[in-house]
């Protein structure tokens, strides 16, 4: 599964660990995170990631 | 220092910092305020506080209308050290009853100051607190410019304390958009968006978009830096909202540096071209200008021409300078082109260039690179690069 990275703030999103704050567990493909999920750093829409290199 | 009323019961409490100059890496030429707002109600509440060094100052205010002991709840709308600096003063001055942040400004504020003690409350977006006769509801307005960024909303008041939003660096003795010239107003507006909030325009589509929903009605805007808007707060909203949209001006700006005058020669040629096509155009020189007015410039212009000549293989460090500071900044949707002389490597428009596409500029040209001093034909291809960009900003309009 590929990490991605928000293209404002530059969290990765890493799906070994998931995201504790809106209860994705980990294991969670971001692929598979809710649409309505957002950057648990600056509030980044999905849309904002793009795959790490 | 005597607080300044500005609704019944509401009272600018800051303070006025007439000599800072460079405010990291931004030139303040004119200084600056941290605005702190006290409002006294059942619950006698104070948004914000000030730099670190400012803490007496905003105290003698309060004390100008209240006992500070007596302020029962803090409102800390962002965490960044310009509003938060004096906070162990004030906080221990104060010993307020509720400490209000948004989820990100606790993770900020325990990362700044050691906080086990304090009696935080954290608020998200639509959380209301009573204050008695009035209330205050919470917007986060996350990445504007912090993760921590939240305004607050006093509906009975009609009043929005907005954080750094719609803020400036100015310091004055008035505390009014009314009492102060407006188009140096708008200038210094002009210029702390650019700096501080360029990047974040698809965010403030967002809040816009999001603030339209909640229909707020809004008829005061206090920002935490320089003066509050009362008369005129649709002002300050139509050109953010103008900025974030990026509706560009017909203009274009010729940025660079010269070792001995040839990249000048060549930088004057492609001005002339652009004005050639009754298109207006702004000529920086980066040795007489700051980067920071420099990306107030680019903010509403529509193209971007660099030019620098080849040092070491390389760019001019001023020119370094500039890319840095204006990559971080995402300029979005311009076009543009580079420029330069060189003695014999001549590596510099190749990086200019690079730089822009880096920017996700749209390159009209491939670029002039003259050997040494640009002699007639050489300033006539730099005329024509002026028009062909000169062109191309009318073509895009």
Known sequence: MKKYVCGVCGYTYDPAKGDSESDAPAGTAFEDLPDDWVCPVCGASKDEFEPED | ?397
């Not at chain 2, 004390?63 to 938060?84: F, Q, R, S, W």
């Not at chain 2, 917007?139 to 939003?165: C, G, Q």
């Not at chain 2, 500071?325 to 082109?337: E, F, R, V």
């Not at chain 2, 291809?381 to 000169?390: D, H, I, Q």
């Open chain 2, 1 to 397: 220092m005597k607080p300044v009323e500005v609704k019944q019961d509401i009272y600018w409490v800051g303070a006025i910092d007439w000599d800072i100059r460079d405010f990291h890496g931004y030139s303040t030429k004119k200084g600056t305020t941290y605005n702190s707002y006290l409002v006294v109600d059942d619950k006698v509440t104070l948004f914000d506080t000030v730099k670190h060094g400012f803490a007496g100052e905003l105290l003698h205010r309060v004390h100008g209308v209240i006992d500070p002991a007596k302020i029962d709840y803090l409102v800390l709308n962002h965490m960044e050290m310009d509003h938060t600096g004096s906070i162990l003063e004030v906080v221990e001055a104060i010993k307020p009853e509720k400490i209000f942040v948004s989820t990100m400004g606790f993770k900020s504020l325990q990362a700044h100051f050691p906080t086990d003690d304090w009696p935080i409350q954290k608020v998200k977006s639509g959380d209301q607190v009573s204050l008695g006769s009035r209330s205050v509801s919470f917007v986060e307005t996350r990445m504007l410019h912090w993760p921590d960024n939240m305004f607050s909303y006093i509906p009975e008041d009609k009043l929005l304390i907005s954080s750094d939003a719609f803020g400036h660096h100015w310091a004055t003795s008035e505390r009014f958009d009314d009492e102060v010239d407006a188009s140096e107003l708008m200038s210094h507006c002009a210029k702390y968006y650019a700096n501080i909030l360029m990047l974040y325009a698809p965010h403030l589509r967002k809040l816009f978009a999001a603030l339209g929903e909640m229909n707020l009605d809004i008829d005061t805007i206090a920002p935490d830096h320089g003066v509050i808007w009362r008369s005129d707060p649709g002002k300050i909203l139509a050109a953010y909202e103008r900025w974030c949209n990026q509706h560009f001006s017909q203009k274009a700006l010729v940025v660079y540096d010269t070792m001995w005058h040839s990249t000048e020669m060549m930088a004057k040629a492609v001005a002339n071209g652009i004005m050639e096509q009754g298109v207006s155009v702004k000529l920086m020189n980066l040795a007489v200008n700051h980067r920071s007015d420099v990306v107030q410039e680019l903010l509403e212009a529509r193209a971007l021409v660099l030019g620098s000549p080849t040092l070491n293989n390389g760019i001019l460090p001023r020119m370094g300078d500039f890319l840095t500071y204006a990559k971080g900044l995402k300029p979005s949707n311009k076009i543009g082109a580079a420029f330069g002389s060189y003695g014999w490597s001549g590596e510099a428009v190749k990086i200019l260039t690079g730089a822009l596409q880096e920017m996700k500029v749209e390159i009209v040209d491939d670029g002039i690179r003259h050997q040494f001093v640009p002699d007639h034909d050489a300033l006539r291809a730099c005329r024509e690069l002026g028009v062909k960009v000169g062109q191309a900003v009318k073509a895009s309009a």
